[in-house]
């Protein structure tokens, strides 16, 4: 394993960005999973003597109008921001992966009605859409994660569909028909992975969309509910004291942009090590 | 010689890479006269289109560096002044063009006003001199009418009038020196002699110096009239051209001039002596009146009902079991196509095509079963036919497994007695197609056509984007392989003399029809059609004697054909 690796981090140790971006993500990680034994409050215990206190030795990022430890809070909302991160973006990269790869090598009329639906998602702004879907479904994670696998897809079709129009004119796909290789097999085997590198790289900067959206959605009290700590809840209830308790939002907001930031070096760094140019 | 009007020392370029510097020009050293044509040659990745770039500082990358040496020009040393004395140079003193003139034209800019751009910033004249001088170059470089076609975009024109175009711009600063990198490597024979010509035309009229960057020795023969051979950024040789063909000193040259595929008489020898093919054997393939349209796109919403362009017409061919068949033709002479529809790989819109015995129109199940067993295709860019992210053993172990023509346990051992078939080590099973050579990457290719254990080869222009040494190895491969797996080989190309090398009998393609067919010798030697006469005329030969266009057919026949070529098709 460690052989095999060895290309992967020299690769890796040239390009200050992806490094930057990586280290970024790692730390948030390491946040993630161990912020039940780094956090040194309960994030959720209301404590009514210590309402609106600034940032200080005890509470590092201050406390909230409930008398919550924000440096707590903020360390438990990672958790929940990553997972919204990486799930809001898994679930639209396959479906769109499998629709793109679908519509650009069979064309004809499989293209069609995927082109002519993901025309239909497009007329619509993404947020109305996303919030008359959570309206349906009911408030929550769950909601969001559904919507979002139902409104995300769009960008990933669209971007493997261009390359697999390219690609099934190449040689050796036309090499691979010669010799008698099933559909699936050429789509999957040999057009897919070298159509890829430029969707993982859009996943990337898609992840911060996605954080941002469900900060959003959070925002407008549709994704994650009271009192669990969730970025976007903080800033949205910090919202009313921000004249007098700047700290309730500056320390979440301030999150959000880190763990986006770091998405976007590591997008940013793939993108160069891929070969893709966007 | 009299006084050089550029002169180069030493110059060498240095590429920082991160295994530590790489030297890839080596103290190279020449002159260019006034009027002169000097002939660069070499395979790739000898040097000499980044020599031409060092000339005027242009480096592809921020790594490369010029280490040391001088490039004198009007007593200035061009590796040593300012950037705004350089851009100076580019353009006014020097100008260049390149292989392929689409990505080097400005596909949103009138051809005329691309031309008239650099007679504006170079010359100082407002825009209504800088059109008629614009409108006189473009006569100059042969455009028939100029005041119309000043107007037109470059996708408006054929890739002959495209690169037209772009000496027309490397013309519009008056330039004393010409740096020409591959000008007709992207293009068919016909325009190719016309391009050269053009260029002669201009030495002559302007008194122009050019450095015509080529690896066809055949065009250094017939435009240069001194040769600089360069490999490795060496410069091994350098001399009038008659001594450098004629006698070359240096081990290399000899070999490069022994593998150009010329067109003498040599070739009669090459070509494998045949049994005659048993009159009462069944054809391999049998193509009858074969069409193949294509629907037009692109067509405006009213122009009425969907249009057709037809890329074969009305074809037919037999092809006898071990026979070399040739098809030669220009760019768009549906020669592909052909290949494509008789391999079943694009529908066919008439006529049939039989498979030794199986008819791809009527038992097309049947037809295409036994296709995928026992034909395989070559194709011309062999980056691009293999998958890059595969190594070549999985590239072979996948069609072995998906054939079923081996059990599961043999097919490490077929694998390796197929890279010994096509002469590549039994290591490179292991090596992705980036990490090795074009020649390597073509016979990788060929191994992966071989593993079908095919009955009939399709190579569809299979050398075309090869070194000559190279080109001659893969031929000296096929023609092997043919005696010893009993192949039958259609072999597509452009490149008349390497058909001649190779096939028993050659058809000539033009505009989707055969407009001639015959043994080969018998074609070459004497052609029935003016288009073949015109299309063998156009081969450069490496005999710097035997001028570009005979005699016999002169200018007159070469106006005529290119006006065929270059026509629209409808």
Not at chain 1, 193 to 217: K, Q, T
Not at chain 2, 226 to 247: N, S
Not at chain 2, 434 to 442: E, K, R, T
Request: hydrophobic share 45%; charged share 20%.
């Amino acid at each position: 394993m460690t052989v095999a690796l060895a290309p992967a981090w020299k690769a890796v140790r040239r390009r200050p960005t992806l490094l930057a971006g990586l280290i970024l993500l790692i730390l948030f990680l390491f946040i993630a999973l161990l912020a039940p034994v780094i956090a040194p409050y309960d994030p959720i215990l209301q404590n009514g003597d210590l309402r609106l206190q600034p940032p200080s030795w005890g509470h590092p990022f201050g406390t909230d109008n409930f008398g919550r430890d924000i440096f707590s809070r903020v360390l438990w909302g990672t958790r929940i921001d990553l997972q919204i991160a990486v799930i809001g973006v898994v679930f639209p990269f396959l479906i769109g992966t499998t629709v793109g790869t679908l519509a650009g090598y069979l064309g004809g009329k499989v293209d069609t009605v995927f082109m002519r639906l993901i025309d239909i998602i497009l007329a619509f702004p993404f947020l109305v859409l996303m919030l008359s879907i959570i309206a349906i479904l009911g408030p929550g994670l769950q909601s969001f994660y559904i919507a979002m696998a139902l409104v995300g897809w769009v960008s990933y079709a669209r971007l493997i569909r261009a390359q697999m129009l390219v690609l099934k004119t190449v040689d050796y796909a036309t090499a691979a028909l010669s010799l008698g290789f099933s559909g699936p097999r050429i789509m999957f085997r040999h057009l897919l992975p070298n159509a890829i590198a430029g969707s993982v790289v859009f996943s990337m900067s898609d992840c911060v969309l996605v954080l941002l959206s469900g900060a959003a959605i959070s925002y407008l009290g549709l994704g994650v509910q009271p009192p669990l700590a969730e970025w976007g809840v903080m800033v949205a209830e910090g919202q009313s004291f921000i004249t007098t308790a700047w700290w309730i939002t500056l320390f979440p907001g301030l999150s959000i942009v880190t763990l986006a930031f770091g998405f976007s070096l590591t997008g940013d760094g793939l993108g160069d090590l891929l070969g893709v140019r966007e | 010689m009299s006084e050089p009007l550029l002169s180069v020392r030493d110059l060498s370029v240095v590429f920082a890479g991160e295994d530590g510097p790489r030297t890839l020009i080596d103290s190279l050293s020449f002159d260019l006269g006034k009027g002169e044509i000097l002939g660069l040659v070499g395979e790739s990745g000898s040097g000499k289109s980044l020599t031409c770039r060092s000339l005027v500082r242009l480096m592809p990358s921020p790594k490369l560096a010029i280490t040391s040496g001088t490039v004198m020009l009007d007593g200035k040393d061009l590796t040593t002044v300012s950037e705004a004395d350089i851009r100076e140079v580019r353009g006014r003193d020097i100008g260049m063009i390149f292989q392929n003139p689409t990505s080097h034209l400005d596909p949103l800019m009138r051809i005329g006003d691309q031309i008239a751009e650099g007679i504006r910033v170079h010359r100082g004249v407002d825009s209504k001199e800088a059109r008629a001088v614009a409108l006189d170059i473009l006569a100059q470089v042969g455009f028939p009418h100029p005041a119309r076609q000043y107007n037109g975009y470059p996708h408006e024109f054929s890739g002959g009038m495209r690169q037209r175009a772009m000496i027309g711009v490397a013309l519009s600063c008056d330039p004393r020196i010409l740096i020409a990198d591959e000008p007709t490597t992207a293009l068919d024979v016909t325009i190719q002699a016309q391009i050269l010509r053009l260029l002669m035309d201009l030495r002559e009229s302007r008194g122009l110096s050019v450095i015509l960057i080529t690896h066809d020795l055949g065009i250094v023969a017939q435009t240069c009239d001194r040769i600089a051979v360069l490999r490795q950024g060496r410069l091994l040789e350098i001399g009038d051209k008659r001594d450098v063909l004629g006698r070359p000193q240096h081990p290399y040259t000899q070999n490069l001039i022994a593998s150009h595929p010329s067109m003498p008489e040599r070739q009669a020898l090459a070509v494998i002596a045949q049994e005659p093919v048993p009159l009462k054997a069944r054809p391999l393939v049998e193509i009858d009146d074969l069409h193949v349209r294509f629907p037009v796109t692109g067509r405006g919403l009213f122009s009425g009902g969907p249009r057709e362009f037809a890329a074969v017409k009305g074809v037919s061919l037999q092809v006898m079991p071990g026979e070399t068949v040739g098809i030669v033709g220009e760019s768009g002479s549906g020669k592909s196509t052909l290949a494509r529809a008789l391999l079943g790989l694009t529908p066919i819109s008439e006529g049939h095509v039989t498979f030794d015995g199986a008819d791809i129109v009527t038992e097309r199940t049947k037809a295409l079963r036994k296709l995928r067993r026992e034909t395989a295709m070559v194709f011309q860019d062999p980056y691009n036919a293999l998958n890059p992210r595969l190594t070549i053993g999985a590239t072979l172990a996948e069609v072995l497994a998906v054939q079923e023509s081996v059990p599961k346990e043999r097919i490490p051992e077929r694998i390796g007695e197929l890279l010994d078939l096509v002469g590549l080590e039994r290591e490179f099973a292991s090596r992705k197609p980036l990490s090795m050579s074009g020649g390597q990457c073509q016979r990788a290719g060929i191994a992966r056509a071989l593993a079908v254990n095919p009955k009939l080869i399709v190579a569809d222009e299979c050398v075309a984007a090869l070194d000559v040494t190279i080109q001659a190895q893969i031929v000296d491969l096929f023609r092997d392989l043919k005696q010893r797996l009993n192949l039958t080989l259609l072999f597509i190309a452009h490149d008349l003399a390497i058909v001649r090398n190779l096939c028993e009998r050659v058809v000539v393609m033009y505009h989707g029809q055969i407009v001639e067919e015959g043994p080969t010798e018998d074609v070459f030697s004497a052609p029935r059609e003016a288009y073949t006469q015109a299309l063998i005329d156009a081969i450069p030969d490496i005999d710097p004697d035997k001028p570009l266009v005979s005699p016999r057919g002169g200018d007159a026949l070469a106006e005529e054909t290119s006006g065929l070529v270059t026509g629209e098709i409808s």
